[in-house]
């Protein structure tokens, strides 16, 4: 059974920054995207970033130049480095996984929170 364990989340204040990791333990294979959300309250869950196996890298226009996702040379662990955190930040931060077998897998969650 596949899993998705994040780490990283915590309270940090406007400025700072955080390093978000997800790592998938079991048997997976054939990733083809790697990608982090964010969700609060009452609102959708957004893409923040993604990356393909490629190395092609996508970004929400909220997090642009702030924000850079990258991945492990096994390719089974992405991190999401965020920089210059504000309050409108803060939300839940959750890791995404997308096989070519058709596999979609989620995190359980981060909690993030920018505040001072």
């Known amino acids: 059974q596949v899993q998705l364990v994040e780490s990283g989340g915590g309270l940090v204040q406007p400025g700072g920054s955080l390093r978000l990791s997800c790592a998938a333990s079991?048997?997976?294979?054939?990733?083809?995207?790697m990608g982090w959300y964010r969700q609060i309250p009452g609102k959708q869950r957004e893409l923040v970033a993604g990356?393909?196996?490629?190395?092609?890298?996508n970004y929400a226009d909220s997090v642009k130049g702030r924000f850079t996702i990258s991945t492990d040379n096994a390719k089974i662990t992405v991190y999401l480095q965020m920089n210059s955190l504000k309050p409108e930040d803060t939300a839940v931060y959750y890791c995404?996984?997308?096989?070519?077998?058709?596999?979609?897998?989620w995190g359980q969650g981060t909690q993030v929170t920018v505040s001072s």
């Open positions: 990356i393909t196996n490629g190395g092609t890298t």
């Open positions: 995404n996984f997308r096989t070519l077998r058709g596999g979609y897998y």
């Open positions: 079991g048997s997976i294979f054939s990733i083809y995207f």
